[in-house]
């Protein structure tokens, strides 16, 4: 069962996140937040395994709440309502898991729900291309040639694993997975494995 808080200042979304949440067999709706401050002490009480978080709320805003949580081990997805690509990138580098935005499918969402706790990164579209443009130029660039070896990691970094996961699923020494994310990265232009799962998204490498 995977058990998700909401945070949202608007009591009728909140009420239309948790009626279709709670229809589902694997997932409920384990608390509600109307601001950052009490989304942040529910996450420390109820450990949920999903935040489904707001930017844009009183007390404590969505970007504010994600700062105090890194190192939680709750993945919180980022649901907002507006579309200002700048929200984007500080939401990623402070610890999202996922962004969308409050106009996706309700079949989507539940998708993306369990796609972010089975440790996946999930962008938006639009999300995405933000992500992709703020490195320069929103077109995409042409598919940068990788070892296979380097494929295979990149699409495990995509799938959210980290260096011990992929060493173990490569059965390699983790000391060896560093070269190889480090080699990525540095043959992707990217600065993070966020952008790079972006990357593989993107090139259909993931």
Do not use: W
Not at 18 to 46: H, K, M, N, P, W
């Amino acid at each position: 069962m995977i058990r998700v808080l909401i945070a949202d200042d608007h009591p009728v979304v909140r009420q239309g996140l948790r009626t279709f949440l709670d229809l589902q067999d694997d997932i409920t709706v384990v608390g509600e937040a109307g601001d950052g401050v009490q989304a942040v002490e529910l996450v420390a009480e109820l450990a949920p395994d999903v935040l489904l978080l707001d930017l844009r709320m009183p007390v404590l805003d969505g970007l504010g709440a994600l700062e105090r949580l890194s190192g939680a081990t709750t993945r919180i997805v980022v649901l907002t309502s507006v579309s200002d690509p700048s929200d984007v990138g500080p939401a990623m580098r402070a610890g999202a898991a996922g962004f969308l935005y409050k106009d996706v499918d309700p079949p989507a969402l539940v998708q993306a729900v369990r796609a972010v706790h089975g440790g996946q990164v999930l962008l938006a579209p639009e999300a995405a291309e933000a992500m992709l443009s703020s490195r320069g130029g929103g077109a995409a660039p042409a598919p940068v040639p990788l070892t296979e070896r380097e494929r295979e990691v990149l699409a495990l970094i995509a799938a959210g694993r980290s260096n011990r996961e992929i060493a173990r699923s490569l059965a390699v020494a983790e000391k060896t997975v560093k070269t190889h994310v480090s080699n990525v990265l540095m043959k992707l232009g990217v600065q993070d494995r966020t952008q790079a799962a972006l990357y593989a998204v993107r090139h259909g490498l993931a």
